[in-house]
């Protein structure tokens, strides 16, 4: 946590520049960049982190850094808590981008979700890390990332369908009588 918060704190100040430089600041996207900082700042210090000096003398599974068969030893609990934690990856794409897509979301998630993998593996390789990286990891990361745009989008298109629809600008209230007569 010493490195995240301070690190979270520089990547806001970052985004809240270049919103202000582009004419974009405005309290609903810098609470969305504040959002976007707090989320990356806990995803990194709960994926990344602990780093040991010393690697543990009985852990068996020190030894394995990496599981790269999908759907072999990985339990349903594991996949949902990956999917709840990569929901805000799409809510925020769908809420922050200039072109929200499900493609973007998707990609998004799978390049956050390589990122943190090489990082846990490289770390676990090189640092003692106290994570693997997995494959299962990355597949329901993406997924999570898609089903929080999902949820945007739909919870958009209730919101169109539901509201009462406007005349069109200029058209006149029908009175059921033609003033020209």
Known sequence: MPVVVPAAVVVFGVLVWRLRRRGALSPLSAALA????????????NT????????????????????????????LADAVQNVIVFLPVGVLVALAAVKPSLARATALGALFSLLIETTQYVSARL????HVADVNDLIFNVVGAMAGYG???????????????????????????DSRN
């Not at 989320?39 to 210090?45: F, L, S, T």
């Not at 640092?127 to 106290?130: A, D, F, I, L, Y």
């Open 34 to 45: 504040a959002c976007a900082c707090v989320y990356g700042a806990g995803v990194v210090a």
């Open 48 to 75: 990344v982190f602990p780093i040991y000096l010393d690697m543990p003398g009985s852990a068996p599974s020190w030894s394995s850094s990496i599981s790269v068969r999908p759907f072999v030893d990985y339990e």
């Open 127 to 130: 640092w003692h890390g106290g």
């Open 151 to 177: 949820l945007v989008a739909s919870a958009k298109r209730v919101y169109r369908l539901a509201r009462p629809a406007r005349p069109a600008s200029g058209a006149r209230p029908a009175s059921g009588a």
